[in-house]
């Protein structure tokens, strides 16, 4: 790896402009700032976020401003150190926290820096890693072992980490629990919560191939609310499937009807764990669903840094969970138009993107 030669250009999936979709184009290097390191992207993973980008929705019309790289999922090697990092890292396989966080904010001393209100977003607020290559901060890397992990399992790891932490959030062991939401972070948490010891994951979402992804899983029955707009019929089959007793929801849908769903669903004293990000905000029944219920309600975003790392390490390092099944296409770079398209179709889960294999 010391005799690596870098090229001077490569190949990187930009919005150019303030409008919907992006373009491949041929760019610089990315410079490597003194802090940090230069990553050779070796597989990068498509997220509900970067598809909202591309889609240029009211959310990242107002945050992202273009010309940018999109992408904040990823594995690969470093091969270039800033003028103060140890050069001996070059060589290491990595994957990265996506959130840059400021280090000096009081949530940043307080070790709680995935609350830190200066966090900057790699392919959000700084050029992303949909590229042969990608500048990160070094104190965002997170070691990978690679005879353990493969680099699309180790791209994964940023994604699984935010199901984690919002399925970890309350012991599932022994517990019933509602999975509202098959997309990939519902799936991923339907088998955390079945490798942590909950007795029984029931689970919902409204496209068919995902269901049947969810008992690929480890769900032990799914429901389709499909045509159940105001939530009657799913509350009804959630109760029936438990028998009256759920004792932690976890909504990753934010569909508003589905987060009224996980209030009426838990039984009394029960856990919402909500992660699924509502498009709008959505009216509850605070008397009847949460107050007289006495629910305890937790609301989570990103991973604990690194701490949620760890965990997550254990789960795929150890084989409790295999994420195997949910990729869906391994597709070159050239192709990343057509994998969003997939992906907004519903014809598709994980698609990894080897940005370096074209
Ligand atoms: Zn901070």
Request: hydrophobic content about 40%.
């Amino acid at each position: 790896m010391s005799n690596y030669v870098l090229p001077t250009k490569m190949k990187a999936l930009r919005k150019i402009q303030n409008a919907p979709g992006a373009e491949l184009v041929t760019i610089p290097i990315p410079r490597v700032a003194s802090d940090d390191v230069l990553i050779k992207v070796e597989a990068a993973s498509i997220c509900g976020t970067d598809l909202h980008i591309m889609e240029w929705d009211s959310w990242s019309s107002n945050r992202v401003k273009a010309p940018i790289t999109l992408g904040h999922e990823m594995a690969g090697t470093v091969v270039a150190t800033g003028t103060n990092i140890d050069p001996t890292l070059i060589g290491e396989f990595v994957s990265c926290e996506s959130h840059i966080t400021c280090g000096s904010c009081s949530q940043c001393e307080s070790q709680t820096p995935h609350m830190c209100p200066n966090t900057e977003i790699i392919g959000v607020d700084r050029d992303g890693c949909f590229a042969e290559y990608i500048s990160v901060p070094e104190k965002v890397l997170w070691h990978t072992n690679r005879s353990k992990l493969n680099p699309k399992i180790a791209a994964l790891q940023e994604a699984f980490g935010g199901a984690v932490r919002a399925s970890l959030a309350h012991n599932p062991r022994g517990k019933t629990v509602a999975v509202l939401g098959c997309g990939p972070i519902g799936l991923f948490s339907i088998a955390i919560l079945k490798a942590a010891g909950a007795s029984k994951v029931i689970a919902t979402d409204t496209n068919e191939y995902r269901l049947s992804l969810a008992s690929e899983m480890g769900a032990d029955s799914v429901f389709n609310p499909a045509s159940d707009a105001n939530c009657g019929n799913t509350v009804e089959w959630l109760h029936k499937a438990s028998k009256h007793n759920i004792d932690i929801v976890v909504e990753m849908s934010g569909a508003p009807v589905s987060i009224k769903t996980a209030f009426k669903a838990v039984r009394q004293g029960g856990y919402v764990n909500l992660f699924g990000i509502p498009p709008r905000p959505v009216e509850i029944d605070i008397a009847d669903d949460l107050i007289f219920k006495n629910i305890t309600i937790l609301a989570l975003n990103g991973r604990e840094i690194f701490d949620t790392w760890h965990k997550t390490r254990e789960l795929l390092e150890s084989g409790l969970v295999d994420l195997n099944p949910l990729i869906s296409h391994t597709l070159p770079l050239d192709q990343a138009t057509e994998a969003f398209d997939l992906l907004k179709n519903g014809k598709a889960c994980k698609i990894l993107i080897e940005p370096n294999n074209s």
